[in-house]
């Protein structure tokens, strides 16, 4: 490998690393509790909200945290609970949290805690959002 090889080489895994470094810093990591287990939701951001799927937490509950980072105009993370104790999900909770994302200084991120409830079943769910990174 000649010296402009090299260094183009060299350009490019540091321009890797920067993209990797700012991806990961970017994450957000929701904290769920339900039925005195912890679970844990995290959140890339992603250009395709729709097809984030949502994660089962445990019997009467979905999760889904979608993070919308660009255009820098519809940034936001939007956070959805559904109730499935019919079987199929119904849409019980959702909210929409817009930059700038509040790092430190709260226990409970930039969310604050929220408490969700299962209507035909009355199982309460509770969860907060920090960024990670």
Same mark, same amino acid.
């Given at each position: 490998?000649?010296?402009?090889?090299?260094?183009? !080489?060299?350009?490019?895994?540091? $321009? #890797?690393?920067?993209?990797?470094?700012? =991806?990961? +810093?970017?994450?957000?990591?929701?904290? @769920?509790?339900?039925?005195?287990?912890?679970?844990s939701v995290d959140a890339a951001p992603t250009t395709a909200p729709?097809?984030?799927?949502?994660?089962?937490?445990?019997?009467?509950?979905?999760?889904?945290?979608?993070?919308? !980072?660009?255009?820098?105009?519809? $940034? #936001?993370?939007?956070?959805?609970?559904? =109730?499935? +104790?019919?079987?199929?999900?119904?849409? @019980?909770?959702?909210?929409?949290?817009?930059?700038?994302?509040?790092?430190?200084?709260?226990?409970?991120?930039?969310?604050?805690?929220?408490?969700?409830?299962?209507?035909?079943?009355?199982?309460?769910?509770?969860?907060?959002?920090?960024?990670?990174?």
């Amino acid at each position: 490998m000649n010296k402009r090889q090299w260094f183009i !080489a060299s350009i490019v895994f540091c $321009a #890797a690393q920067l993209c990797a470094a700012n =991806a990961h +810093a970017d994450n957000v990591r929701c904290h @769920i509790i339900y039925g005195g287990e912890n679970f844990s939701v995290d959140a890339a951001p992603t250009t395709a909200p729709y097809q984030v799927p949502a994660q089962k937490i445990g019997r009467y509950f979905d999760f889904k945290a979608s993070y919308v !980072a660009a255009p820098e105009r519809a $940034a #936001a993370i939007n956070l959805y609970v559904y =109730a499935l +104790a019919s079987g199929e999900p119904v849409l @019980i909770h959702q909210a929409k949290h817009r930059p700038p994302f509040i790092v430190g200084g709260s226990r409970y991120g930039f969310t604050g805690l929220h408490f969700v409830y299962e209507p035909s079943k009355g199982s309460e769910l509770q969860y907060w959002c920090e960024r990670v990174g």
